[in-house]
C-alpha cells in the first residue's frame, strides 16, 4: 500500500513540480510587468482591496475540501461540503454588503469606486472555493497533474485578459479582472475534467464528521489570514498607499516562491501522509532535512539580498521599488520559517492533532502586532520586512515545538 502511494507520489510532484515551474514563471514575470507598467500607486490600492476582503472573509474559511480529503473522498462527506460551501458563500455576500453599508452610509467613507471592483473580486474568491472542493476528487487519487497543468492554463487566460487591460490603461481593473477571469475559467475547467456532483445530501451525521475537522481548520484558516494581511493593515495605515504598493509587489513575489514550495506540502504530501500506516518515521527523516536545508537557504538568501538585492530590484521592478530593498532580509526569513510551519502542519493535520497549531499562528499574530508599529515607526521600510520575518520565525519556532511534542504521544500511544 505504502509503496503503490509513494509511487503515486512521485508521479504526482513530478507532475505538480514541472508545471508549477511554467505557472510560477509566467506569474512572475507578469507580477513584475504589471507592477513596472502601473506603478507603486496602483498596487498600493489593489493591495487595499485585497487586505480588506481577506480580513472580512476570514471568518468563513473552513476548509471543508481538506474535510473531503481527509476522508478519502467520502459521498456522504463531500455532499455535505458541498451544501457548506453554497451557505459560506451566500453568507461571504452578505456580510460584506452589509461592512460596504456600514462604512458608506454609517461611518461616512467615499467608497464608491471600490465597490464593483471589490464585488468582482469577492466572487472570484467564491469560484476559488468551488474550484478547491470539486478538484478534492482529483487530490484523494494523487492526479496532481491534472489540476497543475488546469491551474497553469487559468492563469495564462487570465494574463491575457489582464494584459489586453492593461494595454488599455484600465488602472486597478488590469489585476481584478485577471483574477476574475484565472478563478471562473479554472472552476469551468475543474468542473469538465472532475465531473463533480452537484447533489446536497445533508444528514447530521456526516454533517457532525465534517464539522468535527473543519471546525478545527477554521481556526487555523482564520489565524493563518490575520496573521498574513494584520501587518498590511499597519503598515499601509503607517506608510501611505505607495508604500503599500511596494510592501504587496515585493512580498508578493517572496510568496510566489513560497507557493511553489508550499502548494506541493499543502497538497500532495497531506494526501500522502494521511494515505500511510507508519508516517512518523518518514516524517522525521523530512524534518530533519528541512531544518538543515532551511537554515542553509536563509543564509545564502540574506546574503545574496545584501549584496544584489538594490540592483535585482531595480532590474526587476524599476527605480520606483528600489526603497523597498532592506525589506528583502525579513521576506527571506519569512519564506524559509512558512515552509517549516507548513510542513509540520500538514503532519499535524494527517494525524489529526491541528488544532494545537493554533498557539503558533497566535504567536505570529500576537508578534506582528508588537513587532510591525515600533519596528516602523523606527526603522522604515527595513522594520517592515523584518517585522514580518521574525513573526514568522517565531510561527516556526513554536510549531517546531508541537510537532516534537505530538509525535511523543503518538510514540507512546502506539
Known amino acids: ?122 466572487f472570484a474568491r467564491i469560484a476559488l472555493n468551488y474550484s478547491t472542493l470539486f478538484y478534492a476528487k482529483l487530490e484523494v487519487n494523487l492526479e496532481y497533474g491534472k489540476i497543475a497543468v488546469l491551474k497553469l492554463v487559468s492563469s495564462m487566460l487570465g494574463i491575457m485578459v489582464g494584459y489586453l487591460l492593461l494595454v488599455d490603461q484600465s488602472g486597478v481593473y488590469t489585476l481584478i479582472a485577471r483574477d476574475f477571469v484565472m478563478n471562473f475559467i479554472l472552476l469551468a475547467l475543474i468542473v469538465y475534467v472532475a465531473k463533480p456532483s452537484f447533489t446536497f445530501k445533508i444528514m447530521r451525521r456526516s454533517w457532525r464528521r465534517i464539522w468535527s475537522f473543519s471546525s478545527g481548520v477554521w481556526y487555523l484558516n482564520l489565524f493563518e489570514r490575520l496573521s498574513l494581511r494584520i501587518d498590511y493593515g499597519i503598515i499601509g495605515a503607517m506608510l501611505g498607499k505607495e508604500s503599500l504598493g511596494i510592501y504587496f509587489t515585493i512580498r508578493s513575489i517572496f510568496e510566489g516562491l513560497l507557493g511553489f514550495v508550499v502548494n506541493p506540502i499543502q497538497t500532495v504530501l497531506f494526501s500522502f501522509y494521511c494515505s500511510l500506516d507508519s508516517r512518523i518515521q518518514i516524517f522525521l527523516k523530512a524534518f530533519r532535512l528541512t531544518i538543515i536545508w532551511i537554515i542553509v537557504l536563509t543564509l545564502f538568501g540574506i546574503t545574496v539580498s545584501y549584496y544584489f538585492g538594490d540592483i535585482v530590484l531595480t532590474l526587476l521592478l524599476g527605480n520606483e521599488f528600489t526603497i523597498g530593498v532592506d525589506m528583502l532580509y525579513g521576506f527571506t526569513i519569512m519564506m524559509m520559517s512558512n515552509i517549516i510551519y507548513e510542513h509540520n502542519k500538514v503532519f499535524s493535520m494527517s494525524i489529526g492533532r491541528h488544532m494545537q497549531f493554533l498557539a503558533p499562528r497566535l504567536i505570529q499574530i500576537i508578534s506582528l502586532i508588537a513587532f510591525t508599529y515600533p519596528f516602523v515607526k523606527y526603522f522604515g521600510h527595513m522594520g517592515a520586512g523584518m517585522a514580518t520575518g521574525l513573526g514568522a520565525m517565531m510561527l516556526a519556532l513554536s510549531s517546531n515545538y508541537i510537532i516534537l511534542r505530538q509525535i511523543k504521544a503518538e510514540k507512546i500511544k502506539e
Open 1 to 122: 500500500m505504502d509503496s503503490l502511494y509513494g509511487k503515486k507520489l512521485i508521479k504526482g510532484v513530478s507532475w505538480v513540480f514541472l508545471v508549477n515551474i511554467a505557472t510560477a514563471f509566467l506569474n512572475f514575470v507578469f507580477l513584475l510587468y504589471f507592477a513596472r507598467n502601473l506603478g507603486a500607486n496602483i498596487m498600493g490600492g489593489y493591495a487595499s482591496l485585497i487586505v480588506a476582503l481577506d480580513l472580512i472573509t476570514a471568518v468563513f474559511r473552513f476548509g471543508f475540501n481538506q474535510a473531503v480529503i481527509k476522508t478519502q473522498f467520502d459521498s456522504e462527506i463531500y455532499s455535505a461540503a458541498l451544501f457548506a460551501v453554497s451557505a459560506q458563500s451566500l453568507l461571504t455576500i452578505v456580510v460584506t454588503f452589509f461592512v460596504y453599508l456600514f462604512i458608506s452610509y454609517v461611518l461616512m467613507y467615499s467608497i464608491d469606486d471600490l465597490f464593483i471592483p471589490g464585488a468582482l473580486l469577492l
